[in-house]
């Protein structure tokens, strides 16, 4: 198979101007005719304030048409937009001086998007009614810049084009079930890669989005019921949140759903699918390499769920030792990847570049996995989650996924914590509403005695990232005061 060099704007332009493309939960909606002609007048406008290609703008990314036609918008121009979180505003980026070094910052706080020049200069961004021709673009130039979460380590900014977020839907074509008629839930944030993988398939891949305006299972599952909903990409926590309330519901409309992001033991896909009438399709890939495996939805459950999938086709993944080497099939090694997915590096950070990308052009994921003999990869941990117990390096996600097995816990993370004497002990965070005691006896017969959290500490929810991680960072700190 071969990658695809097109650009969003050239998907856009070839679509049929009726078909349906983004709606939100109020009623309003935007066939692809109309996105184009926004996309259109919003490039012109832009080029009015003085973007031009080249240029890097940070872009408040709310969950919303609107700002997804201001990306589009700024990739036909041959910009690159850097999504940040709805959430700060913009006194956050001009008093923390991040917009040192860009050429703006678009933000629409006030109802109405601005651009913010680096002096605080503020000019309206207007749809311009004036002829547009799309400059020439190159799909392998910088196009969405996206921060990593951090929440294993230091925060880091991608670099991908429109080449790597493309051929990932091309990539996932053949995997997931797509039909024409789809509609998908937007419920993600845009400005992490699940987000965008969504939101660019919506062009590539045929099928119209829908945006809630209230995140939460509930307002998910009405979507459901009310739109006819047919698919979605979520983590566990959100599908987990949606089956425990499934019953209340209408959702006999919903196919099939991309599920990651952090660990789900088979018993609880098993359970998601029952409550939800759905498929899942484990998918692995990373904000440095939109994709990496996928399952596939004419596979059995079984095989679907046996790890995170076959390897996608436009990538090539080795297994890697301690020593570089790459080990056989069954060995546990760090994961790398190179293809067409993989990123451009990060922002303007060489030297961090070069450490994740090695002289053969391989990304090191940072993740532990091995492929079984049937091609399929599996997640053992991560690099820096290892936790060092007296000289023995031990899988902080082994101990989670058998936490996630016990009966009674619905959400767990265990994360490494200093200890004078063994240098690190594993310690956990669980939702359950069993002890301490009654949790730490049943692990005791699945676990050896030094993979056994010196506390689990019960709460009423796990903290998460904004991407729906386990926030690991959050939780290693209330575990070491607990």
Not at 54 to 76: M, N, Q
Not at 81 to 92: C, G, I, R, W, Y
Not at 209 to 237: H, K, Q, W, Y
């Given at each position: ?45 832009l ?32 910009a690159a ?12 980026y001009?008093a ?8 703006g ?25 004036r ?72 062009l ?40 425990e ?68 086709p ?42 994740a ?75 359950s ?39 690991k ?10």
């Open positions: 198979m071969e990658p695809s060099t097109k650009t969003i704007y050239e998907y856009l332009n070839e679509k049929t101007k009726d078909q349906p493309l983004f709606r939100d939960d109020s009623g309003e909606s935007l066939t692809c005719g109309q996105a184009k002609a926004k996309v259109d007048a919003m490039a012109a406008g080029q009015d304030l003085g973007v031009r290609a080249g240029d890097v703008l940070a872009l408040r990314f709310p969950r919303t048409a609107s700002a997804a036609l201001v990306e589009f918008a700024l990739l036909t121009l041959g937009a850097l999504l940040t979180d709805p959430h700060a505003t913009k006194e956050t001009l923390g001086g991040d917009l040192a070094g860009l050429d910052y678009l933000t629409d706080e006030t109802g109405h998007w601005v651009l913010i020049r680096n002096g605080g200069t503020e000019r309206p961004l207007t749809e311009s009614d002829p547009f021709a799309a400059p020439k673009q190159d799909a392998m130039a910088p196009a969405v810049l996206i921060s990593t979460s951090g929440s294993t380590g230091k925060t880091k900014t991608v670099v991908l084009s429109q080449y790597n977020i493309v051929n990932n839907l091309v990539d996932a074509a053949a995997f997931g079930d797509y039909v024409p008629e789809d509609l998908a839930l937007g419920i993600l944030p845009l400005f992490h890669i699940f987000g965008q993988v969504l939101l660019f398939g919506s590539i891949l045929d099928y119209a989005i829908l945006f809630p305006e209230i995140v939460s299972a509930d307002s998910a599952l009405r979507c459901v019921e009310t739109f006819g909903v047919t698919r979605m990409n979520g983590v566990p926590s959100l599908y987990k949140a949606m089956a309330k499934a019953g209340d519901y209408d959702v006999s409309t919903l196919r099939v759903g991309f599920i990651g992001g952090s660990p789900c033991t088979v018993r609880e896909i098993r359970d998601i699918e029952a409550k939800l009438g759905m498929k899942l399709l484990n998918a692995y890939g990373m904000s440095e390499c939109v994709s990496i495996s996928i399952s596939s939805a004419a596979d059995p459950l079984e095989k679907r769920i046996g790890g995170v999938g076959h390897i996608y436009l990538s090539r993944v080795e297994i890697v030792g301690p020593d570089g080497r790459k080990v056989e099939p069954g060995e546990q090694g760090e994961i790398t990847v190179q293809g067409a997915s993989r990123m451009l590096g990060y922002f303007r950070d060489p030297e961090a570049t070069r450490a990308i090695d002289a053969d052009g391989f990304l090191h994921t940072g993740d532990l996995g091995y492929l079984d003999g049937d091609g399929i990869l599996h997640i053992t941990g991560r690099i820096k989650e290892i936790i060092i117990r007296n000289g023995v390096n031990l899988s902080a996600r082994r101990i989670e996924e058998a936490l996630l097995s016990v009966p009674g816990v619905s959400a767990a993370a265990v994360v490494g914590i200093p200890d004078a004497k063994q240098g690190e002990v594993p310690a956990a965070m669980a939702v509403d069993r002890t301490e005691v009654e949790l730490l006896a049943d692990l005791a017969e699945k676990l050896p005695k030094n993979e056994i959290p010196i506390r689990i500490w019960l709460t009423e929810s796990i903290p998460l990232t904004h991407s729906g991680k386990p926030d960072q959050t939780i290693r700190k209330l575990l070491e005061k607990a």
